[in-house]
């Protein structure tokens, strides 16, 4: 399976984004998708994830401000970013588990939100 992020940019603080990612088979075949971000000198982190059965978990931090969703029609993962902040700065990428862990990913997109 391939995952292909696209939508990322360059926001003010306070704007809003929707990131996409387009899989090559359907997006429920999996146990859950997520996104992930990591911003410069540090580590990656999960931001938000949905199960199979559409459960969803959020970050503390994005918790209100982002909502994760999938079209299976179209194979597309979307993560809706609202009041953006500078500390959402990362690269965001788009992941799949398969069993147990998140073991297909895409190449990522940059977020970079100005104060």
């Known amino acids: 399976v391939q995952l292909v992020e696209s939508g990322g940019g360059l926001v003010q603080a306070g704007g809003s984004l929707r990131l996409s990612c387009a899989a090559s088979?359907?997006?429920?075949?999996?146990?859950?998708m997520a996104w992930h971000r990591q911003a410069p000198g540090k580590g990656r982190e999960l931001v938000a994830s949905?199960?199979?059965?559409?459960?969803?978990y959020y970050a503390d931090s994005v918790k209100g401000r982002f909502i994760i969703s999938g079209d299976n029609a179209k194979n597309t993962l979307y993560l809706q970013m609202n009041s953006l902040k500078p500390d959402d700065t990362a690269k965001y990428y788009c992941?799949?588990?398969?069993?147990?862990?998140?073991?297909?990913w895409g190449q990522g997109t940059q977020v970079t939100v100005s104060s």
């Open positions: 992941a799949a588990k398969r069993l147990f862990t998140y073991d297909r």
């Open positions: 949905i199960s199979g059965g559409g459960t969803t």
């Open positions: 088979g359907s997006i429920f075949s999996f146990n859950a």
